[in-house]
């Protein structure tokens, strides 16, 4: 039988490499053109001992001015589109609203959503209900309060605008009042639940169809409301629907108070359509 050897590896010739013969110098061995590993590295590492490590201030303040950037662009459109502040500075809508009260109003209404009997409204102040506001004295962070303000931050105290509750909308003939003291609209009494009930309201007695592109507004604190009755000698006592800011959605502050603001369906469900 053939004997078997066993194979024996070549002997290697003292100073020879594993680099093939034919290699170009500087080049590796997975081909021409690829840098050689040593230098490679060497370059790599001197790159990244170059490279300074970034700042973690340097990175927590650029993140901090872009959550800040953010946060101040978004309330800028909630305030102009959405959602606007405002803060209540008088007794008027005693007991649904108090003084210091902090209101969200929905900018939706009355357009594109529709407005309705009960709703609770912002308006401008373009018939002259208010006496003009006082000039209010320029303390040293007045620029940084009206700028919270403008960006919708701080809610509205500029004082020139009035919150009232739509009673008439166009069309509606509103009357004060039937032998019980209770409004009439459209020949319909309404027994309203949200008058402050601290206090009998005086009877004004008063009798006015709402003109279209117009409503008829009260205070829920009757007798501490100087609304639509107290000014019918300035276009009727009317409010035009061009005015008004939005509809009163939530109590925001305190919090205490925090609650959403109903329009009271059920006092106006029985009032027929204007005429």
Known sequence: ??????RTPEPRHEGASDVPADAVPGTSAQGPGAPA????????AAKSAAKPAGSPVFAWLKEVATVVVIAVVLSFLIKTFLFRAFFIPSESMVNTLEVDDRIFVNLLVPEPFALNRGDVVVFRDTKGWLQPAPEQPQGPFTWVQDGLTFVGLLPDNSEQHLVKRVIGLPGDHVV??????????????INESYINPAEIPQIRNFDVTVPEGKVWVMGDNRNHSADSRAHMDSDGGF?????????????????SRFTTLGNYPDVFRNVPAAP
Do not use: F, Q, Y
């Not at 590993?37 to 370059?43: E, H, I, K, P, T």
């Not at 039937?178 to 009439?184: F, P, S, V």
């Not at 409010?239 to 919090?255: N, T």
């Open 1 to 6: 039988m053939p004997e078997n050897h066993a």
């Open 37 to 44: 590993s040593g230098a490679s590295g060497s370059r790599a």
């Open 176 to 189: 004060c009042c039937d032998a019980g003291g209770r409004l009439t609209i459209n020949g319909t009494a």
């Open 239 to 255: 409010i035009d629907i061009a005015d008004l800011e939005g509809k009163a959605a939530v109590i925001a502050w305190p919090l």
